[in-house]
């Protein structure tokens, strides 16, 4: 059974910047796509980026605007998010996800319904 834990979070002043990783254990995910979606209270939750099994595709949502970076380290069985020049709006609940069986994460953006395997989640705190 695939588990993703999540770390990183925290509170940060509007600015700053925060990593955020995802280790998975049970299972090898060198081979599926792996990213990340948020959900900030009262919202629905928002795609933030997905990544490739090899690391060459990668997606962004649109409101990233070039401040945040998704990698991952398969070796690590890990996927990170760099997230520089934090704004308020970005305060949310942070989850990370596998795509089991797809290795590609091109579909995360439009929706994420179909994702199985999600995170506890990590909070993401920015204040102004």
């Known amino acids: 059974q695939v588990q993703l834990a999540e770390s990183g979070g925290g509170l940060v002043q509007a600015g700053a910047s925060l990593m955020l990783s995802c280790a998975a254990s049970g299972r090898t995910l060198s081979s599926y796509a792996m990213g990340w979606f948020r959900q900030a209270p009262g919202k629905e939750r928002e795609f933030v980026a997905s990544?490739?099994?090899?690391?060459?595709?990668?997606y962004y949502g649109d409101f990233v605007e070039g401040r945040f970076t998704i990698s991952r380290d398969n070796a690590k069985n890990t996927v990170y998010l760099q997230m520089n020049s934090l704004k308020p709006a970005d305060t949310a609940v942070y989850y990370c996800?596998?795509?089991?069986?797809?290795?590609?994460?091109?579909?995360?953006?439009?929706?994420?319904?179909?994702?199985?395997?999600w995170g506890q989640g990590t909070l993401v705190t920015v204040s102004s």
């Open positions: 990544i490739s099994w090899s690391g060459d595709m990668i």
């Open positions: 996800a596998v795509e089991l069986g797809g290795p590609y994460g091109s579909r995360w953006k439009a929706h994420g319904g179909f994702l199985e395997v």
